[in-house]
């Protein structure tokens, strides 16, 4: 080795361990000695924060229907929707980084009715269609007078995007097990077969219904990554696993809606023989683990 390349490992050695080297000057004590050394360092946790933010749709509303298009003896109305109606959007803002506390990023979704009783989607939970049906009473104008009830077809995009370290994944969800997922229990299909097939069909109907589309959500991953990534390494179907991960970053997105073409249908306890309104709130709830 010459001179040069002795001074240069001389460097790369001091360099490495914080300018310290056999060389330098130490404190020196005769005699018998009692000394320590100690040895510390310090862990940073990267910080998870909530980034969801949720919408609901606009009003849906019927109005000047002629009693001549009800079925059933003037008990049955069948409204089908003309366009795709949103009735909750979710998205996040930015991408976070995951907790394995959870810490509150990991929204949970809930439905009631005008009087707070709790509404459970029926979903179809096959050919993987994210369908399903949500039943409503109806009351009369005042909120209270019992008129029957209404069901809705409704369509659901659960999405669930992942970077790691060298890769990254779009993902349709599904739950499994109620209270400890990303999106609840209810608020989405309880199997695979009954999710939309892919992360991209489902954030393309969400985005439909006013949400960030995937490739707003890879940016997000690759904005807090500092990843460059330009395609999605894996499209897929998956289980609703929270953003739990602190080796990991998230983003998402939520839409539940009616499809264009799929009914409203109202089911009237007694034929309709006056001018009569209606209506059925769908009321939705988002806290977080």
């Known amino acids: ?63 000047s229907i002629p009693v001549t298009r009800m079925t059933n003896s003037y008990k049955t109305l069948t409204l089908p929707a003309t366009a795709n109606l949103p009735l909750l959007v979710g998205q996040t803002k930015a991408a976070t980084i995951g907790n394995a506390g959870n810490v509150g990023i990991n929204p949970q979704i809930a439905f009631t009715d005008a009087a707070g009783a709790t509404v459970t989607p029926v979903w179809e939970n096959t050919d993987n269609t994210g369908k399903g049906t949500i039943t409503l009473p109806v009351t009369a104008a005042d909120g209270t007078t019992a008129l029957g009830n209404m069901t809705m077809t409704v369509k659901v995009g659960a999405v669930r995007a992942v970077v790691t370290t060298v890769n990254n994944f779009l993902e349709s969800t599904h739950t499994t097990n109620t209270g400890v997922e990303l999106y609840g229990g209810v608020a989405q299909p309880s199997a695979a077969a009954g999710a939309l097939a892919t992360g991209s069909i489902s954030a393309t109907w969400n985005a439909a219904l006013g949400a ?30 929270g953003f739990n991960a602190p080796s990991e970053y998230y983003s998402g997105t939520y839409g539940l809606g009616i499809a264009q ?9 007694n034929p309709v023989t006056v001018n009569t309104t209606w209506k059925a709130p769908l009321k939705m709830t988002v806290t977080y683990l």
């Open 212 to 241: 960030k589309t995937d490739t707003d959500l890879r940016d997000q991953l690759n904005t807090a990554s500092g990843l460059s990534l330009t395609t999605w390494g894996s499209d897929s179907s998956t289980a609703a696993f």
């Open 261 to 269: 073409g799929d009914n409203i249908t109202v089911h009237f306890t």
């Open 1 to 63: 080795m010459n001179m040069n390349q002795s001074l240069l490992v001389a460097a790369l050695a001091a360099a490495t361990f914080g300018g310290a080297s056999s060389a330098m000057a130490l404190t020196f004590t005769d005699g018998g000695f009692t000394g320590s050394v100690d040895i510390s360092g310090t862990v940073d946790v990267p910080v998870s924060t909530n980034q969801w933010q949720w919408a609901t749709g606009d009003a849906i509303s019927f109005a």
